[in-house]
């Protein structure tokens, strides 16, 4: 079972940052924090991932509480390509499971 | 770098009979794949994890003898649905490495 809990769906206007929120509370001092999206009809796409650290790269932030029991991840500039199911993921062993994650929807 | 791919990206077959889906790491080495059904508006779910040389580790609920996976290499894995039949019809995705590099999946329809 995931073990995350995200909002069914969110909506962002285009241009401004989208702020996607995710609950962990039983998340284990070993397991990281994942992200990624999957775009209708294709394979998961990874987009960031951290510990407990704040972590930033080229497509989104990545916003971990100090009790690391909930995350945010932020894409600071939406596009109506980020249109996606984004998907939070706590793992520390090799396999992934995924919840049901947050369908996003960038509004021109 | 980190490119996975699956072959066929679409299949139509007929009730009864196999189909094979190939999943390539192209520009890396993987000791272990991942193999994921995901039905219409829903999420991924794992079917099994296919380890190089040895034999792979199915979910619970997820018949071994219908799924066969066979990880010969370190660039490849297939997943063969035996006896196809339409609730099989589905979307199949997988994934190399530890950190899980997706392929583009691959739908399959059985009519």
């Known amino acids: ?108 | 770098g980190a490119v996975v791919s699956q072959h066929p990206s679409w299949v139509i077959c007929k009730s009864g009979t196999s189909v094979k889906i190939e999943c390539r790491s192209l520009d890396f080495q993987a000791t272990t794949m991942f193999w994921y059904r995901q039905f219409p508006k829903q999420s991924l779910m794992l079917m099994a994890t296919s380890n190089e040389g040895s034999k792979a580790t199915y979910e619970q609920g997820v018949e071994k003898d219908k799924f066969l996976i066979n990880h010969a290499s370190l660039t490849l894995s297939t997943l063969t649905v035996t006896s196809a039949h339409p609730e099989d019809s589905s979307f199949y995705i997988c994934s190399a490495g530890y950190e899980q590099y997706f392929g583009p999946g691959t739908r399959l329809t059985v009519t």
């Open chain 1, 1 to 108: 079972d995931a073990k995350t809990t995200q909002p069914t769906s969110m909506d962002c206007a285009e241009g401004r940052a989208a702020n996607l929120p995710c609950n962990h509370s039983t998340i284990s001092g070993n397991e990281y924090v994942y992200w990624y999206r999957q775009i209708h009809s294709q394979g998961p796409q990874y987009i960031i991932h951290g510990l407990k650290n704040n972590e930033t790269n080229e497509m989104a932030s990545l916003i971990i509480t100090e009790d690391r029991k909930s995350s945010t991840l932020i894409l600071p500039h939406a596009t109506l390509r980020d249109t996606a199911v984004y998907y939070c993921i706590v793992r520390a062993a090799s396999d992934m499971r995924f919840g049901a994650g947050t369908r996003l929807t960038v509004k021109p």
